[in-house]
């Protein structure tokens, strides 16, 4: 409770009214610096459930006390002030704005209003539509012509948005055929759908500009604008729910009539129809409120009217909301907190993700204490920092996340959002790739919070294949600490398993079964079943061809499974740069340092730090003209296939952890083994040893491959022909190289040549 807030029965009706008038002063100023916030500047502070509620205790407190109603309270208007840049428009017949049901219970005490109200049936018919978030407009026809559209400002008067809402696609300029009235004002809802929300704010974000914090405001920004042009480049649309002046009979039902104006080429819901009594408002509620999700628009409730015409000139109006209908909200989904902590949890596959602790808050009728905040890249783009103040949205059965901070309102200690250098589970490095989102631990097997799908992951039928021990069981292995790694399985008994749920003796036996089967297995297998990141089925088999042994494999360095070429800080394009321009100048001469020298010469594309890297590789202008381009740009090629750079990394970091490598040898232990492999001879494993290749022209493969597969074989590859060269591959358009094979009479082979060196084909 906050301080000033008449506690409910405590104190003498003089201390308690006047608590009361404390409080309603105190709700007055905020409401009013919301009203400006929202309709003067379009930039709320607040979400709108927030302000309601505020509106709503105001309400209350003044109905306990009439006493304490003011003229100028906010709840003695609707809406707010013109502005006074737009001309203003009288509404002849009043926009009045509807009264609300919060819950199941508001909705039953509408009904009982009704039905006293006109005694006779309880069966009334109801038009259902939803309750869609945006502005309300009146659009003026004139003899089939738009001539005037209006905001709703306080009811009375608006503003003139003409030019604006002729900017709007689905409104038509003329209606469509001849039988409507000589005048029709439509009423409806301007509202922009999500597809365009989202499109509207990414151009925005890509031009630097400030987001809206959703579509209502981004609604009633474009609206508003001054220049028309600004609001025809957003994508607004149009629905109408009803009528203002209309200078004919508008008939006996209100859904009639709406089927009436949507022939003339108005929009209306789709979702319109008629539903009778209370069960079926409840149903249509229902229903809606499970579509709401997949509509393609805000709407944040549903509304009902009284169908029959002549029922709701019955029923009339307050000076606020007609009595014949009543808008039925749903939950609000968004509410403002404030951030008291961000942590780290570990997901199952390692993931290091932030997750903010807010200041419990209900939105949407659920407590929400924690909203997920996806990954760093998130958190430094909407720049949350501890103790922000928070927009908090809960849609459906998502997570709750943080929609957008409140810059105005960050305390002058907000911290910022670090990373842990550790695991927060388990101690281990925590690793964020370059250029990447997501953090991960680097733990692995070690990890318990990634225990349990490491294990699954080692069972797994494409791993070490061990049949029956499912999810549900590898889970109650490791809450129970039966297993804290996959070594654990293999030493588990019968009794162990009968112990668990939903197992019985028969199924305890076929595992201890199944675990002794998976003990014989390949290599490859295990170096899957192992889970090291990026290793996938391929690339596990392209590594147990290429070792031995697994203490060969974790023994490998980098250069095992990548060979590396050309210079660091040479990229592709500066090569190319260079080599062309050196071919537009054949008879340029370097002096001095050549890194210096082809700085001098202002080549087009070459930057400094190429040129440097450029002149300390080649040393002289001859070797620079001689190379070909794959020698000078740095360049890796895999010898092992799907072993890039990246996967590299990971595999040498992977056997570089003692409680990895403690681990295997504990599975080792346990009895897992593979057939070895016959040593290939020396020769089969290394046909081309000692040969040199010079690769040219247009290949049948990327040249990298084929360069990795000649190193594989133990070849060399070098940029240029000498007579040192063993072999040229030669192949399409070869050039200058193959002139000089010739010359040097070194032997030329075609790719299909190679294939049978190398017994391929
Ligand atoms: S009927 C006399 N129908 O809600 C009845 N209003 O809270 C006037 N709204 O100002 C309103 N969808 O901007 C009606 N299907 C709907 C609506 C709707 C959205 C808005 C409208 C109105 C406000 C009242």
């Not at 032997?747 to 294939?755: R, Y």
Request: proline share 6%; with cysteine.
């Amino acid at each position: 409770m906050t301080p000033g807030e008449p506690e409910p029965g405590s104190g003498a009706p003089a201390s308690e009214l006047e608590a009361a008038r404390q409080r309603a002063d105190a709700l007055r100023t905020l409401i009013r610096h919301h009203n400006h916030r929202y309709y003067v500047l379009d930039d709320p502070q607040v979400p709108d459930a927030e302000y309601d509620r505020l509106v709503r205790e105001l309400q209350d407190l003044e109905s306990r006390y009439p006493d304490l109603v003011t003229p100028d309270s906010p709840t003695q208007r609707v809406g707010a002030a013109p502005r006074p840049e737009f001309t203003q428009v009288r509404h002849r017949v009043a926009m009045i704005s509807l009264d609300n049901a919060m819950d199941d219970g508001a909705l039953a005490e509408f009904h009982r209003r009704v039905a006293s109200a006109l005694p006779g049936s309880d069966e009334w018919v109801f038009t259902a539509e939803p309750k869609l978030d945006g502005l309300a407009v009146s659009i003026r026809y004139e003899g089939g012509l738009l001539v005037q559209a209006a905001t709703r400002g306080d009811g009375t008067t608006g503003e003139d948005i003409t030019a604006n809402v002729r900017t709007i696609q689905n409104v038509p300029l003329r209606l469509l055929g001849s039988d409507w009235p000589a005048v029709l004002e439509v009423r409806g809802e301007v509202y922009l759908p999500h597809a365009g929300f989202e499109r509207l704010n990414a151009q925005a974000a890509a031009r630097g500009d400030k987001t809206f914090a959703n579509p209502r405001n981004a609604a009633a920004g474009s609206l508003r604008q001054l220049d028309p042009r600004i609001t025809a480049a957003r994508p607004l649309r149009f629905c109408c729910y009803g009528w203002g002046e209309i200078a004919a009979d508008p008939g006996e039902s209100q859904f009639a009539m709406l089927q009436r104006i949507a022939g003339w080429g108005v929009p209306v819901s789709r979702e319109l129809c008629q539903v009778t009594g209370l069960p079926g408002t409840r149903d249509y509620f229902d229903d809606l409120g499970r579509r709401r999700d997949a509509l393609g628009y805000d709407i944040d409730g549903v509304v009902f009217k009284l169908d029959r015409l002549p029922d709701q000139v019955a029923l009339g109006a307050t000076a606020h909301h007609p009595r014949w209908a009543i808008a039925r909200k749903f939950p609000a989904q968004e509410a403002l907190t404030v951030v008291e902590a961000v942590e780290f949890q570990v997901g199952r596959t390692g993931a290091v993700t932030p997750v903010a602790r807010l200041a419990p808050v209900s939105v949407g009728g659920v407590t929400v204490a924690n909203a997920t905040l996806h990954n760093l890249d998130e958190v430094e783009r909407k720049d949350v920092r501890i103790g922000d103040t928070v927009y908090v949205r809960r849609a459906g059965d998502v997570i709750p996340e943080i929609v957008r901070v409140l810059p105005e309102l960050r305390p002058a200690d907000a911290r910022a959002v670090v990373l842990p250098a550790a695991c927060p589970v388990c101690g281990s490095d925590v690793i964020r790739p370059e250029g990447e989102a997501v953090a991960r631990c680097s733990g692995g097997l070690y990890c318990p919070a990634q225990r349990k799908e490491a294990i699954r992951h080692f069972a797994s039928r494409k791993a070490m294949d061990i049949e029956g021990l499912g999810e549900k069981l590898i889970d109650q292995l490791v809450e129970r600490e039966l297993v804290r790694e996959p070594a654990d399985l293999y030493r588990l008994t019968q009794g162990q398993f009968a112990g668990l749920e939903r197992m019985g003796e028969k199924s305890a036996a076929n595992l201890i079964a199944a675990l002794e089967q998976s003990k014989e297995t390949s290599f490859a297998r295990f170096i899957f079943a192992l889970g090291i990141r990026e290793v996938g089925v391929a690339t596990a088999a392209a590594l147990a061809a290429r070792f031995d042994s697994l203490e060969a494999l974790m023994a490998a360095r980098e250069q095992d499974f990548l060979r590396t070429s050309g210079l660091r800080g040479v990229g592709p394009k500066a090569a190319a740069a260079v080599q062309s321009w050196l071919l537009e100048h054949p008879d340029a001469q370097a002096a001095g340092d050549l890194g210096e020298w082809l700085m001098a010469q202002r080549i087009p594309g070459l930057n400094r730090a190429a040129a440097v890297a450029l002149g300390r590789g080649c040393e002289t202008l001859e070797r620079l003209r001689a190379a070909a381009p794959e020698d000078l740009y740095g360049n890796s090629a895999a010898l092992v296939e799907g072993v890039g750079p990246v996967v590299a990394a990971h595999l040498v970091g992977f056997f570089a952890q003692a409680h990895n490598r403690e681990a295997i040898e504990r599975l080792i232990a346990a009895g897992i083994r593979w057939p070895l492999r016959s040593a290939p001879s020396a020769a089969q494993a290394q046909p081309l040893a000692g040969k040199t290749f010079v690769i040219t022209g247009t290949l049948g493969r990327a040249r990298d491959a084929v360069k990795a597969e000649l190193e594989s074989l133990g070849a060399k590859v070098t940029g240029s022909v000498s007579k040192n060269t063993d072999y040229l591959l030669a192949g399409v358009e070869a050039g200058s190289k193959l002139a000089k094979a010739q010359e040097l009479k070194v032997a030329v082979i075609t790719e299909q040549q190679l294939a049978q060196l190398i017994g391929r084909s």
